[in-house]
């Protein structure tokens, strides 16, 4: 009998709730500060809805995550992905920390520049780049991952005019046995399009290939395919020092992990089932460790990591607006807030507390926001307190995607409030005005009068 691989035990908390006479039930406790600013004071500061980020828990997570790899791997360096947030002052909070960037258009890559990041730290993914935005890319610099076949002979056009060698890397994707693949992106591993890419751009001589990028899925939940993932890029590593005579000096894993938001859907809590970044850790380094490479070869282990980094840090305060019965007799609260500037809510079941004290009692609920569609749904069914015009709540984990796929849709999207290590408060990003929605629009001279 072949004797069964040894895997190590591990124990995980179970968030079962408090159980009494009555059964299991849920305990509230009402969110009247952040950083020991209080809820209503920003409120009445700034106006509600509010975005409200932690620089404090910011910089004690990226420290953690950082701490978490570079205790088990010698060559780490992250790369804030500023599509996950791109406000100026939260990517500068990654950047003092000692985070590169990370962009994936040409939008993105003028914020990091702007923002003073060097070209050479600036990691420039995405299917579109423009020839102006490569050149560019090229003089900074920059590490550019080519994307697709087009793409690359786009570069190699270019560097026909150019004096400069590009430093390129290019996206692979595989199957980790994580469904469905995510095969848009990059060149494929299994079929040899990956390969085939590498042969070509050695082959040309008009680029330095440093590295391999992937980025296999979003939220995941299985650690054991990162380390598929390396497996599959150190193998490819291998072939282009054997075959192509060519080092690969870094291994980019992308970003991916989930933060401790739970998904629309699950049975359990994420806090039950969601990985904890010491097991991504794990599995990626060992990987890397157990790939054969020499102790002097190892290659640089960048990650991209965005939601896992931020979305703890985010706050959305808001305001209740109305209550009624629904048809079917359950209670709908109407919030000052909705899927507009809480996209996430499309994908999460986000966390939501009273701001202010409450009676014992509870209830469940529909959560709307005020827009004037049937889909501005916050949450489908949530028990909670009974909550009253005027009253305030808190909702979790929303630094991440939602200042960057909010929309302008019937209502101006708020401020956004950074709150210092210190305990103050700045204003980060200032609401909208009409005078800045119309700013762009032209009125043709035939339709500038009207007289109803």
């Excluded at 828990?57 to 780490?76: G, H, M």
């Excluded at 390396?230 to 080092?247: F, G, H, P, Q």
């Excluded at 000052?336 to 986000?350: A, K, M, R």
């Amino acid at each position: 009998m072949q004797k069964l691989k040894y895997e190590r035990p591990v124990i995980q908390k179970m968030n079962a709730g408090l159980m009494n006479k009555f059964g299991t039930r849920t305990e509230y406790e009402p969110v009247k500060q952040i950083d020991g600013v209080s809820v209503k004071s920003l409120i009445e500061k700034y106006g509600s809805p509010l975005f409200v980020l932690s620089e404090r828990t910011i910089r004690r997570t990226y420290q953690d995550t950082v701490r978490a790899f570079k205790t088990r791997y010698p060559k780490v360096q992250f790369a804030w992905s500023y599509k996950t947030n791109y406000i100026n002052a939260v990517c500068n909070v990654f950047h003092q920390e000692g985070s590169w960037a990370e962009v994936v258009s040409g939008f993105e890559y003028n914020k990091a520049i702007g923002n003073g990041v060097p070209g050479k730290k600036i990691i420039f993914n995405g299917p579109e780049k423009t020839n102006e935005e490569l050149i560019t890319a090229i003089n900074n610099d920059s590490l550019i991952h080519i994307d697709h076949f087009d793409e690359l002979y786009q570069i190699i056009e270019l560097c026909d005019s150019l004096t400069k060698k590009p430093r390129v890397a290019i996206r692979v994707n595989m199957d980790t046995g994580v469904y469905p693949i995510w095969d848009r992106f990059g060149f494929n591993y299994e079929n040899g399009s990956a390969y085939n890419a590498l042969t070509k751009i050695v082959a040309s001589g008009k680029m330095i290939l440093v590295g391999f990028h992937c980025h296999i899925g979003t939220y995941m939940l299985s650690s054991d395919a990162y380390a598929i993932a390396v497996r599959k890029l150190s193998d490819l590593a291998w072939k282009c020092k054997s075959e192509l005579n060519t080092t690969i000096q870094y291994l980019d894993l992308g970003g991916g992990f989930p933060s401790a938001n739970t998904l629309k859907g699950s049975y359990l809590p994420a806090s039950d089932t969601n990985p904890h970044i010491d097991e991504f850790a794990e599995s990626i380094t060992q990987a890397i460790l157990q790939a054969g490479f020499k102790t002097d070869e190892l290659p640089l282990l960048i990650l991209e990591t965005g939601r896992a980094l931020i979305d703890d840090a985010g706050f959305l305060l808001g305001s209740v607006l109305a209550n009624k019965r629904l048809s079917d007799g359950r209670r709908a609260t109407i919030m000052d807030f909705g899927v507009n500037i809480l996209f996430t809510s499309f994908w999460y079941e986000h966390k939501i507390s009273p701001a202010q004290d409450f009676t014992h009692h509870t209830e469940d609920m529909v959560l709307y926001g005020p827009l004037c569609m049937n889909i501005d749904v916050v949450r489908d069914s949530v028990n909670l307190p009974l909550l009253n015009r005027g009253d305030h709540v808190v909702v979790h984990r929303v630094g991440a995607y939602n200042m960057t796929q909010w929309m302008q849709f019937i209502q101006m999207r708020p401020n956004v409030v950074m709150i210092d290590e210190k305990g103050n408060t700045h204003l980060i990003r200032e609401a909208e005005s009409l005078k800045y929605i119309e700013q762009l629009e032209k009125m043709p001279e035939h339709l500038s009068s009207f007289n109803i």
